[in-house]
Structures are given as C-alpha cells and as structure tokens.
C-alpha cells in the first residue's frame, strides 16, 4: 500500500497559478504510475492528468491542457501539479492517487488506482 498526501492547495484569483504535491510513502512508490483527479461539488470525480512510473509518459485532460503540467521526483517520492491560467471552474477538491501495479502505464481511469489521497481544496475566484 502507499500513502499519499496532498499539500499547496488554497484560494487564487483567475489567471493565477498554483502547484500542487503529492508525497508518497510505503512500498515502493517509485515504481507505481500515478495521477491527479478532482471533484467539484454536486459533480462526479474527474480526470486531470497522470504520469507513468518512469515519468517518460503523461496523458492530461482536454480541459487542463496546455495550463496544467504533471511531474514526479522520485528521489524526493514526490509528485507535482502546475497549475497555470487557472479558472473559477477548476475549483474542485483534488486528489492524488497512485497505480500499484509495478511499472505501469498512465491512465485516466480512476478505477485504475488503487491508493488515495485524503483531498486538498483548491478554490479559483473570479
């Protein structure tokens, strides 16, 4: 199992830009695919980006491309969201979660994860 735990969320202005962390603990997360995800109120989690176990691959959502940029620093058991041009609809709790299985593939699919984060908001005004 891995634990994960989102920290730099907070409350920005549209146009402006935050970065998300993601750090993670326990069975070798280095190896293990890992992604990013949000849910707004009323709405269903969604996708917003993952990053393969060697970071070599990264799939983003249609609505965060070219504002969002996923990263991982293994040596740290880190993960990041860069989160630029942000708008009043990317206000959503975010999550990072990570894919157990060793030398995955990034995928969208939350059903693809098998460890959670707890949440961290992030509120865009307008």
């Known amino acids: 199992q891995v634990q994960l735990v989102e920290s730099g969320g907070g409350l920005v202005q549209a146009g402006g830009s935050l970065r998300l962390s993601c750090a993670a603990s326990g069975r070798t997360p280095s190896k293990y695919a890992m992604g990013w995800f949000r849910q707004a109120p009323g709405k269903e989690r969604e996708f917003v980006a993952a990053?393969?176990?060697?970071?070599?691959?990264?799939i983003d959502a249609d609505s965060v491309k070219g504002r969002f940029t996923i990263s991982r620093d293994d040596a740290k058991n880190m993960m990041y969201l860069q989160m630029n041009s942000l708008k009043p609809e990317d206000t959503a709790l975010y999550y990072c979660?990570?894919?157990?299985?060793?030398?995955?593939?990034?995928?969208?699919?939350?059903?693809?994860?098998?460890?959670w984060g707890q949440g961290i908001q992030v509120t865009v005004s307008s």
């Open positions: 990053i393969s176990w060697s970071g070599s691959s990264t």
């Open positions: 979660a990570a894919r157990r299985g060793f030398f995955a593939a990034a995928s969208g699919r939350a059903t693809s994860y098998e460890d």
